[in-house]
């Protein structure tokens, strides 16, 4: 190892550095600058046609709004349902870590089906 070429190396990488400043990256921003301009156009197109759908629907129904409230007092039915499952047993379809697998103890393994 000489270190023969590194020079040359190193000037190949600051042309490439001055071409990609000079040439990319305006193209680049100008690109980006479009594709939010464009992203900001269909915002805004979206939010008009909900705006126009909401006003047409209170113009058909004008006591929807009023009806359609959140009631802090009111009872919620699935209050008291717990949905997080905090026991300590395989479920279906568990897989079995077979690293820590103790040998004939096969009764409470519970092997996952294919497919």
């Given at each position: 190892?000489t270190?023969?070429g590194?020079?040359e190396?190193f000037?190949?990488?600051e042309a ?15 690109a ?10 269909a915002?805004?197109d979206s939010?008009?046609?909900l705006?126009?759908?909401?006003a047409v629907d209170?113009?058909q ?5 009023l009806?359609?409230r959140?009631d802090?007092d ?11 499952d905090?026991?300590e047993?395989?479920w279906?379809?568990?897989?079995i ?14 092997w996952?089906r294919?497919?």
């Open positions: 190892m270190g023969a590194v020079e190396f000037q190949a990488v490439s550095r001055s071409e990609y400043e000079k040439e990319y990256l305006p193209e680049l921003e100008r980006r600058a479009a594709r939010n301009e464009s992203l900001q156009a915002k805004k939010l008009s046609r705006m126009s759908d909401l209170r113009a129904n004008p006591t929807a709004a009806n359609d959140w802090p009111e009872e919620d039915e699935d209050a008291d349902i717990n949905i997080i905090r026991s047993g395989p279906p379809g568990q897989y870590d077979m690293t820590r697998a103790r040998r004939g103890d096969e009764r409470d393994i519970s996952p294919p497919g």
